[in-house]
């Protein structure tokens, strides 16, 4: 039976020194990318693995991450997960995911568990702005070092988050169906207590001042995340208000949206233009496919697991941070 090639095996056959190799694996120190390319495919064609266990044992770490999540939510969460897992993999990490309870307590447990599977850290990935008070708490009072993903409660300005720009997301989606000469612009969300909701209808009224529109507030309205609450609210306001645009908050709110303008018999985006949020799978499913705003998911994935990161190598360094990230608008067919 062929023996395992050691650390300075791969380093001979990469013509580099073994610590080199060492930092490569252990992220000690930063190596340049072609190196660690180098480095890591070489391990590859000698079949090198690193030991975690004793890697662990060395460093006082698991070398392991829990993710704990609120929701399969293909739109959102699941998105930053697999960024986070690409992410973790280049710097030799391994996750532990967990699906967060839908009550508090349950909620509660689990991520008491996760902390008590001797995790370096914990990423919490939600799929909404909105968080329960006692899951708040929970996490403030974590002893592990905690980050969070999508979301950034006020009262946990002590933990690192990474999140999109709700606010800028509502305002260039708005800015683009006024820059097409609409003028009769509708928004349609989720409940109006929901902070991302709130977030893009500020940045749907910021885009109306930027660029001197008026607005009808009786076209602000509100409802659920899903398609059938999209169709009923924007067959009320063709009837009540008709209006030439719809910014819906939500991408299964704009395919109820889309069906209820064409049962009404108007013409997308003739007649009038839609534009969802999330840039889903959806927006190219159905026909005609649909604008919307596309939040940087994979770049709040590699952040988040980077942050957690920099905080475990350099923890008297480390200062908590809000990172927000900007959206952008894909075009399709409905604008």
């Known amino acids: 039976m062929k023996n395992k090639p050691t650390m300075k095996e791969v380093a001979k056959a990469a013509g580099v020194s073994w610590p080199t190799v060492s930092y490569v694996f252990n992220n000690s120190r930063r190596v340049s990318d072609k190196t660690r390319e180098h480095v890591l495919n070489t391990a ?139 003028r009769r612009l509708a928004f349609i969300g989720s409940d109006e207590n929901n902070n991302a ?49 719809i910014f819906a908050a939500d991408d299964n709110i704009a395919v109820g949206a889309l069906q209820a303008c064409q049962a009404a018999g108007m013409k997308v985006p003739e007649d009038i233009a839609i534009v969802g949020f999330d840039n889903s799978a959806l927006c190219d499913i159905i026909l005609p496919t649909i604008t919307s705003v596309a939040m940087p998911f994979d770049k709040i994935g590699r952040l988040c697991l980077e942050r957690m990161i920099y905080r475990l190598q350099q923890p008297d360094d480390w200062k908590p941070e809000q990172t927000i990230l900007p959206c952008s608008v894909v075009s399709r067919e409905t604008s």
């Open 197 to 245: 909701t709130r977030k893009r209808v500020a940045g749907f009224l910021r885009a109306h001042e930027e660029m001197q529109v008026e607005y009808d507030p009786a076209m602000i309205v509100y409802g659920e995340y899903t398609a059938p609450s999209g169709r009923e609210a924007a067959r009320n306001l063709i009837a009540s208000h008709r209006p030439d645009a």
């Open 44 to 182: 590859l064609e000698l079949g090198y693995t690193p030991d975690i266990m004793a890697r662990g044992l060395a460093t006082s770490r698991s070398y392991t991450i829990g993710i704990l999540f609120n929701e399969f939510n293909f739109s959102t969460s699941i998105p930053i997960i697999a960024a986070i897992e690409e992410a973790a993999r280049s710097y030799n990490y391994r996750l532990v995911l967990a699906l967060q309870g839908r009550e508090p307590k349950e909620a509660m447990l689990d991520l008491q568990d996760l902390t008590a599977r001797r995790m370096d850290g914990i990423i919490f990935v939600s799929s909404t702005d909105n968080l329960d008070p006692a899951i708040v708490e929970a996490l403030g009072a974590a002893r592990i070092p905690i980050l969070l993903a999508y979301t950034s409660p006020p009262n946990l300005a002590m933990v690192d988050s990474v999140l999109p720009d709700h606010v800028q997301g509502g305002l260039i989606a708005t800015r683009h169906l006024l820059s097409q000469g609409r």
